[in-house]
Structure formats: C-alpha cells, structure tokens
C-alpha cells in the first residue's frame, strides 16, 4: 500500500506503476457564429442548415476571423492564469476526409494564442497544480454519418468551421480522480467565463487522453498511448484504467509499448489500436496564407480582462473569508457559477449558516431527485431566502419548513402564503403552550406519576403527545422549558 | 459603325456617354466579332445572349455616369461568375456554376459593364502558354500555332484581337505580364492586396492578384481604378488610399529614377531582348526619366523560391477540389478509391505535377530544407527591392526572356517552361505592382514587352511611365486577322 491515501497505483508482481495522464481538451466556444464565416452553431439543428460558402469550401472563398472567438479564447487563457500571446498564427493542418471541406483544418501549430498556464484542483488530500501547455484556436471538422444507408456515408457540415479551443494539459495527472477533477474545475472557469458551455452530451467538450504508466519513483516518462476523441468524464475514466493496465501488462510480460493513437470502444470498455507511430498523418502544418498573422494589442488584452468575473478560486476563497464557510461547503457551492449565484441571491436577506445547509442539503437533494439543474430549481431564491428568515426568526420549526419546502418544490410560491394558508405557524405564544401543556399532563396523570417518581425516560413522550396535540406547531424549545417546569 | 472592335476602352466610353454608340452596337459588335474568332479558342464558355440582353436594358435606362457604361467584356474564368460557369479551366470543375460573384468582377458590374463570357486559362492558373487547359490550348493572334502566353492566355489572345475591349487576369507568377508581352498588349499585375482575392478560384494565395489587361495604358489605369478595392471578406485586402488612377494619369515624368538591375541580364538571353531593354533605357530618358544602374543580389534564387511556395500553397489549396461537395467525380469502391480516381481523371498532368511538387516540400523531414528556406529567401528577395526603392522611383526591366514560342515547343520540358517567368516572378515574391506594355518586335515581327516594377501601392507612378514611354515607343500590333475566313 501506498502512504499517500488517494495515491493511484496498479501492482503486478510486487511492483508499482504509477499513471502519467496528459489531457487534450477540445472545448467549443460559445459564439454565435463559427470561427471564420458568419454561419449560425446552434446546436441540434438541421444537418446543412449552418453551413456557409465558405464552411463547404466553395472555389474562391476566404476565412475572415470572428473577433468574439478570438476575444473568448484569450478571455480563457486569463481565466486559466496562462500568457497571452500577443501575435499567434494561423496554419493549415493537411488531410483528406469526407466531413473536412477544405482539405484543411485551420488551426494554430506552432504559435498558439494562448501559452502556459495553470489549474488548481481540490482534491480529498489537499490542492494539486495542474499546468496547461498551451490553448489554441481551431475549427471543427464536419460530421460523417455512416449508420443511414448500407452503402452510403452522409456528411452533415453544420459544425464544419465550428470554432473549438483546443487546451493541452502537461503530463502532470496521476489518476482517473484527478481527470475528473480537471475537467470539472475546466469546465467550471470556461463557464464563469461564458467562453465554453462546457455541455459534454452536445460535443461542447471532448478530449484526447494521453496515458502513460513508468515504475513508482521513475522520472522517465514511458511511451504513452492517445486515446481519441472520448466524451464524457466516465468514459475517460474507464480508458484511462483499461489503457493503464493493459500498458503494465505488456511491461510486465516483458514486452514494449508502441506509441499509437488508439480507440476507446465504450461498449467492450477496452481501448483498440487506430494506427501506428509509422502510420501516423503527416499533416503538411504551413502558415495559412489566407489569413495575416493574428496580433492584439495590450489595450485589447486588458479591456478583455477587466471583462473577467470572480472565477471559482477566488470566490471560494471569499467565501471561506467572508462567509465562514468549510472549503468543503465553499468548493461546493462555487463549482458551478449558477450555484454560487444561487447562493448569493439567498443570502443577501438572510442567515449564511442556514442558507448554505439548506442550498447544500434539501435543495441539492430535491433538485438531484427531479434531475434538474439549479437554474431549472423551482424554488427561487428569493422564496428560499423568505423560507430561512421564517426558520430563522421562529416563525415556524425546522421540521413544518420542511413540509413547507416539499410544498414549495411543487411550484414557487411563498412560504409565508403556505404557512399561513395552511396554518402552518409556529405556536411560541408560552400562555397558548402552557395551556396546552396542562391539558396533556392532565390528560396522563398516570405517565406525569411514574415520570414525578424517577422515570425521567418519559419526558420524550410528553414533548411528543404536545407536538401531536399542537399539529406539530408548537415551538419544540418553550414546549421543553415549560414542560420541565410543570413536571 | 464597322471599326467598333478597332476602338479603345476609353473611346467606347466617350462614344457611349455622348450617345454616338448604344451599348447594344458596341456589344454586338465584339459579339460578332468573337463568333467570327472561335478558332482562337479564346473563351471556355460564351454568354452572348444574356449579354445583347443586358446591353438592351442598359440603352433602355442608360446610367452614363458610370465608369465603364454598357461595356461589354469578357474575363478570365478564374473569376466566380454568379450563374455562369466557371471551369479554372480545369475538368474538375467543368460543371461548376458558382452562386456567387467574385468582388472584381462585381466591382466592374457595378461600374456599368456586362459580361460576354469567360476566357481560357491554364490549368488552375498553372502555365505559361495556356496549354494546359482542359479546354484547349489558345492561338496567338499574331501568329497561328503561336501560344498566346499563360497563364491568362484567353484574355491576352480575346484583348489582342479584339474579341473584347479590356479584360482582367490574374497573375501569380506573371500569368498578366507575360501573355500581355506575348500578344502587344497592356498587363498590370498591382501590389498583392490591392484586388480582393474572394470570388476567385485560389492558386497560391499569398501570390495571386487580379489586374487589368488593355490595348493601351490608359485603359488599363481606368480598369484598375474600378477593380481595386478594399474587401473585408478577403483578410490580405489592404486598406489604403487608391488613386483615381486614370484621371491622375500623366506623362510627365521628369526626373523619375528609374533603377536597371543588372542580375537580369540573364545568361542566354537573346540579344533581342537585350537591344529592347536598351531601346526601353532610351525611351526611358527620353522621357527625362533618370537612370540609375541597380543591383538585386536574390533575383537568381526568385526562380526555384517561387516554384517551392506556389505548389506548396496550391497543393493545400486544391485539396478541396475531391469530388464530395461538386464539381467532377469518378465513382469508387471506397472514399479514398474516389479521390483518387477523381483527382487523377479531373487534374491534368501538370497540376498534377505542382500538386506533388507542394506535398513534398511540405512533408515532414523536408519542410525546413523547402518551404521555410523558400520563405526566407523570399523575404531576402523583397529586402532587395526595399533596398533599391530607397535610390530608385521605379525598376524597367524586359517582361521575358523571349518572345512567343511555338504551341508545343515547351510542352516536354517544364524546366524550360517555367524560365518563361524569369523576370516577372520577383514582383509576385515581393508582393510590388509590375506592369508590361509593348515595346517592339523581334527579328520575326513578334512583340517584346518591357516591364516597369513600381513600390508596393503606387500604382499610379508606375502607369505614368508607361504612359509616358508608351507615347515614345508608338507600338502597332502586326494582326491580320488571319484567323478570320
């Protein structure tokens, strides 16, 4: 066993490997048109309804640079604390495919927009660093549907000239926990940002996984594997765990690993061979000469990063400070930038201890259980702020505001209607309980007997038969005090 | 009148404009007149009907205040034509009918002239005799089996003989300056980014240019003055001040320095063209131009520069010409079996060749010893105009090494074929405006151009001198219209 808890090793034969994972994201960027014509990228529509002259690569026609694109793309790389290059070239990567129009994608090669950076992970031991090698800009490639017709291939080019930020991670990931860490911390800032929606069902991210396994305490990096184009975390996860122990295997049979890009099928959950180091493309990278070299001035970087909102590290950090939340409730609650709105909203008319328990616990919990995203929440968070000043100022007991909170999932009403429609208010009125208490002990004169003479056990039942008496609406705290005095 | 074919551009406008010719006499004339002329092969696709048409409603609502009102003309098919086929000369796209219009050919639209049709052409732009079009190859109207240069063959040999009054061109590696020298007439290939690149079918895009070819200077100055514009759909358009360039025109042009390289005095090249360079050098101060004696060190490495970054580009550039999306395809068992049979029966042999040639300067192991050098020298090569450009106005130098050759002559020897671009390739590497006007006959009666090569957005400094050098040089085209029955 490792000493490190969450350390993620494969043994074989009284040895340790340890798993060296490099990440190649492809993130689509939010934009209403793709990266070099003015054609829509709603998603779902149509196939070859968002296709342009220039997306079909008619003779004669040109790119032209959507602006937004470029803007959003360095607004990620401030998001991911990373250089911005301030002149980055466009190249031509050289291939033929059906859904690839121009014979070309456009990409960035050899000089990238964006430069090094880094992510910080939460993890259960602590934060890990994560470096970011590089973003770049690039266009999508078309879709080939081969499953309409037996003999046919249909082509769809509405995402043809898409225009996708490509980020590359350096080989600094150990485990199938830490991928997901990354990819969820990734998607968060891209959607502070509003640069990617980070929508993995839509294709909005996808990665190529590059996996490596060396001997614990090596510090040569073995041959690694890239598995391509997999698009949900599970799925990486399970790549990354199949790939990683088929390479210790080969190892351990003492045989070698050969440098290949390969295929994850998430059917068999196993990963197949796509072709060889030697078969690989040679994509014949030149400088586009169709489009100038891309250069922004220092002016147009800082206009972008005075745009920048508070991202999830920082906010998380205020939220320790100012709030006095656990990093762990802190790490939940800005994971997700429409959360932290959430819970901002909440707290600006009432208790944060409070709040943050109900948010974290009865709200995720009935959320989870409809299947619905916290924009979707039924309960606004005005009506739930409403909701916690009623707990809070003892209008009603944590418990009926729990009834009134299943109430409130079925629609956004406000509680204080439901409460007093339903007659829901907390009794804390002490001549109302006491008369009610009298009428209980008076009731079971017997059980006050045997409490009077030792069975201090039965103090529970009292509290019980006036909660039941009252409907529940009894102020749980004077019902104790006065009945201690009583009995 | 029977002598409207015999008219210049600018004697159709004024014959318009004061109502001494209709649109629809001028049109039909060049109509006829190409009819009469189909052994020259010059066009690839004729649209003589819309175009009569077009002239009629033109006369019915005459707008006189355009620049080239109801002018009939015929251009390149390079150039995407809304509606009218356009081939680049090529099988590949035989059946191709854009439905859009290039931003030239939309400027001259808009400027009042109508299209008569669209004008042979090597290959994709790739010759420099128009012998490797699909369509055939182009006779010289100067003399029969004569090639009429190339790339822009169709349109030298329709301007020539007067199929059509003005044309344009394009010119990568001297594809206007060549056949312009070839057949007598004016070819102005202006500063890269001068013309928008959009609408046209893409060669080498960081060479190609669009430009006017004319009868004269004047003509040609006009025709710049409608086709350059700034074109936010082309990202390499340039955003600077065009001159009204044939109102601006003049000859005046006293004491303009005016530099002579002496890295063109080629090894083996005929004494012809070395008298014509002097004859130029005497116009030249004839004109009370002043002559400085130059150097350009690069100029012998423009050559093989060129032929690694134009098929490097043009390789990645006509990828997209695989059978999918239009155009000609051949049926395959697979993907790839179509591509290939698409691309071996759509694409002659020598854009074939160029194809390959760019594939392997780009291919990993050999981009550095290729593609990167050729970038560099051709940043050496543009230095030395630079250099020059701060002793010199101008640069006069011959258009070729030599005057029109046989049809045939080159065809088995590219090497030989591609020396045709000796002197006008430098222009395109350095990205400056080059113009070739007429300047005499050799031994056999065939025109010999001389090239002036001007600094990057003045064109009007360098159409002065031609102008003015045109005057003194007082050229006549020996044509006999022996192709006419």
């Known amino acids: 066993m490792s000493k490190n808890k969450s350390e993620y090793l494969i043994n074989r034969n009284d040895n340790q490997y340890e798993v060296v994972i490099g990440l190649e994201v492809h993130a689509q960027v939010t934009s209403e048109s793709k990266l070099f014509s003015t054609s829509a990228t709603k998603f779902g529509a149509e196939p070859n309804t968002q296709v342009s002259l220039v997306d079909a690569a008619f003779p004669g026609m040109l790119p032209v640079i959507n602006e937004y694109c470029v803007k959003q793309a360095i607004k990620t790389g401030i998001g991911l604390k990373a250089k911005i290059n301030k002149r980055s070239v466009f190249d031509r990567k050289n291939y033929f495919y059906a859904d690839l129009p121009q014979g070309y994608q456009i990409s960035q090669f050899k000089d990238p927009i964006v430069g090094e950076g880094k992510v910080i992970l939460d993890m259960q031991d602590g934060q890990k660093e994560v470096g970011i090698e590089r973003l770049h800009l690039e266009q999508d490639a078309g879709k080939s549907i081969h499953d309409l017709d037996p003999k046919n291939t249909f082509v769809d080019l509405n995402r043809s000239g898409v225009a996708l930020m490509e980020i590359v991670s350096k080989p600094d990931l150990r485990s199938p926990d830490e991928v997901n860490a990354y990819i969820k911390k990734l998607r968060s800032i891209m959607r502070y940002l509003g640069t990617c929606d980070g929508n993995m069902q839509e294709g909005s991210l996808r990665a190529d996984v590059n996996v490596s396994v060396r001997k614990k305490g090596s510090k040569e990096f073995g041959t690694r594997c890239e598995i391509k184009n997999v698009n949900s975390i599970k799925f990486m996860q399970m790549a990354i765990e199949y790939e990683a122990n088929r390479q210790v295997d080969l190892i351990e049979d003492g045989q070698t690993i050969d440098q290949e890009t390969r295929l994850f099928d998430t059917k068999k959950n196993e990963t197949r061979s796509m072709r060889s180091k030697e078969d690989a493309h040679d994509y014949r990278y030149f400088p586009d000469p169709d489009l100038l070299p891309l250069e922004v001035s220092d002016d147009f970087i800082e206009n972008l990063k005075s745009e920048i909102p508070e991202l999830p590290d920082e906010k998380k950090k205020r939220f320790i400070e100012k709030f006095k939340l656990s990093p762990y409730e802190a790490n939940i609650l800005v994971s997700d930038i429409e959360t932290s709105n959430y819970f901002e909203n909440v707290i600006k008319k009432s208790d944060v201890k409070l709040a943050t328990n109900w948010i974290i616990g009865e709200l995720f919990a009935a959320l989870n259980e409809k299947n619905l995203e916290i924009t979707e929440s039924p309960i606004s968070a005005g009506n739930l702020s409403k909701l916690i000043n009623l707990i809070k100022d003892g209008t009603i007991s944590g418990k009926i505001a729990k009834t009134v909170f299943e109430q409130m999932m079925e629609g956004d009403k406000d509680p204080k209607k439901i409460v007093e429609e339903k007659g829901l208010k907390q009794e804390s009125d002490p001549k109302a309980l006491e008369a009610l208490i009298d009428k209980v002990i008076d009731d079971n004169r017997d059980k006050a007997t045997e409490y009077k003479s030792g069975k201090v056990k039965l103090f529970g039942f009292f509290v019980g038969q006036v909660m039941k008496v009252s409907g529940g609406k009894a102020n749980p705290q004077l019902v104790n005090e006065i009945l201690k005095k009583k009995l | ?485």
Not at chain 2, 147 to 174: H, Y
Not at chain 2, 353 to 358: A, E, K, S
Not at chain 2, 400 to 417: L, Q, R, W, Y
């Open chain 2, 1 to 485: 009148m029977s002598d409207i074919t015999k008219q210049s551009l600018s004697e159709l406008v004024e014959n318009i404009k004061g109502k001494k010719l209709s649109s629809s006499e001028v049109t039909k004339a060049f109509v006829e007149r190409s009819e009469k002329s189909k052994e020259l092969n010059a066009y690839i696709t004729e649209d003589y009907a819309n175009a009569l048409n077009k002239a009629k409603k033109f006369d019915e609502k005459p707008n006189l205040d355009l620049k080239l009102p109801g002018i009939p003309m015929a251009v390149k098919d390079l150039f995407c034509t809304r509606d009218l086929r356009t081939t680049a000369g090529s099988k590949i796209l035989n059946n191709f009918v854009p439905t859009y219009e290039s931003t030239v050919t939309q400027n001259i639209w808009n400027e009042g002239a109508i299209l008569m049709g669209k004008l042979n052409c090597d290959e994709f732009a790739m010759g420099s005799s128009n012998e490797t079009s699909f369509f055939g190859n182009v006779q010289n109207p100067i003399d029969k089996n004569l090639v009429p240069g190339g790339s822009s063959g169709g349109s030298s040999s329709a301007v020539a003989a007067q199929l059509t009054p003005i044309t344009i061109g394009t010119d990568t590696g001297g594809s206007i300056r060549q056949p312009a020298s070839f057949t007598g007439t004016v070819g102005l290939k202006p500063t890269y980014g001068s013309c928008s690149r959009y609408g046209i079918v893409a060669f080498a895009s960081s060479l190609d240019q669009a430009g006017p070819m004319a009868q004269n200077v004047k003509d040609c100055a006009l025709l710049q003055e409608v086709i350059s514009t700034y074109d936010e759909k082309d990202s390499t358009s340039i955003d600077f001040k065009r001159n009204e360039y044939s109102k601006e025109l003049t000859k005046d042009i006293k004491g303009k320095k005016i530099g002579i390289p002496k890295e063109y005095r080629v090894d083996g090249m005929p004494k012809e063209i070395e008298d014509l360079w002097k004859k130029g050098i005497e116009y030249a101060k004839d004109c009370g131009a002043e002559i400085i004696d130059i150097s350009l060190p690069h100029t012998n490495y423009a050559l093989p520069t060129y032929y690694i970054v134009a098929p490097a580009e043009a390789s990645s550039n006509l990828a997209r010409y695989d059978g999918v999306k239009y155009g000609f395809r051949v049926e395959g068992e697979n993907l790839i079996d179509m591509y290939e049979k698409t691309r071996s029966e759509g694409f002659g042999a020598e854009v074939q060749r160029r194809i390959m040639i760019g594939t392997y300067v780009l291919s990993s192991g050999y981009y550095d010893a290729y593609y990167l050098k050729a970038q560099k020298v051709r940043k050496l090569i543009k230095n030395d105009f630079d250099d020059a450009y701060k002793k010199v106005d101008a640069i006069l130098t011959p258009s070729t090494p030599s005057s029109a050759f046989k049809i045939g002559e080159k065809t088995n020897d590219p090497v030989s074929m591609y020396l045709n671009d000796i002197f006008t390739v430098p222009v395109n590497l350095a990205g400056l405006p080059g113009i070739s006007i007429p300047a005499g006959h050799d031994a056999k009666g065939y025109p010999l151009g001389l090239q002036i090569i001007g600094k990057a957005f003045n064109e009007q400094n360098i159409l002065n001198i031609a102008h003015a050098m045109e005057e003194k040089i007082n050229f006549k085209n020996n044509i006999n219209d022996w192709w006419i029955k």
